[in-house]
Nanobody, 123 residues
Framework: QVQLVESGGGLVQPGGSLRLSCAASGFALRYYAIAWFRQAPGKEREGVSCIHDSDVSTYYRDSATGRVTIFRDRSKNTVILEMNSLEPEDTAVYYC????????????????WGQGTQVTVSS
């Protein structure tokens, strides 16, 4: 059974950091692009970052530049999203998603989704 499971969300103060993990089971992440999306209440799902099978990474939001890092831990079949200097505007449910080969900012192109992990940035 193919599954993506996110972990690492929680409550953090503004300026803090979080490390989100996306663990794959039932398939190998090799040949798959893995992306992180987020969705805040009342807003559309938006792309945060994505990493190709070749480990080339893409960041979809200008405000993520310099604050977000995505990378693979191939030994654990996991993709990590590290977020720093978090702001209240980063509060959302964060999802990881997988599709074959090439990254896309369009969530409808992804075949596999995790259940999401809540990130709340508040003092």
């Amino acid at each position: 059974q193919v599954q993506l499971v996110e972990s690492g969300g929680g409550l953090v103060q503004p300026g803090g950091s979080l490390r989100l993990s996306c663990a794959a089971s039932g398939f190998a992440l090799r040949y798959y692009a893995i992306a992180w999306f987020r969705q805040a209440p009342g807003k559309e799902r938006e792309g945060v970052s994505c990493i190709h099978d070749s480990d080339v990474s893409t960041y979809y939001r200008d405000s993520a530049t310099g604050r977000v890092t995505i990378f693979r831990d191939r030994s654990k079949n996991t993709v990590i999203l590290e977020m720093n200097s978090l702001e209240p505007e980063d509060t959302a449910v964060y999802y990881c998603a997988g599709k074959y080969w090439v990254c896309s900012s369009n969530p409808s192109e992804y075949d596999y989704w995790g259940q999401g992990t809540q990130v709340t940035v508040s003092s």
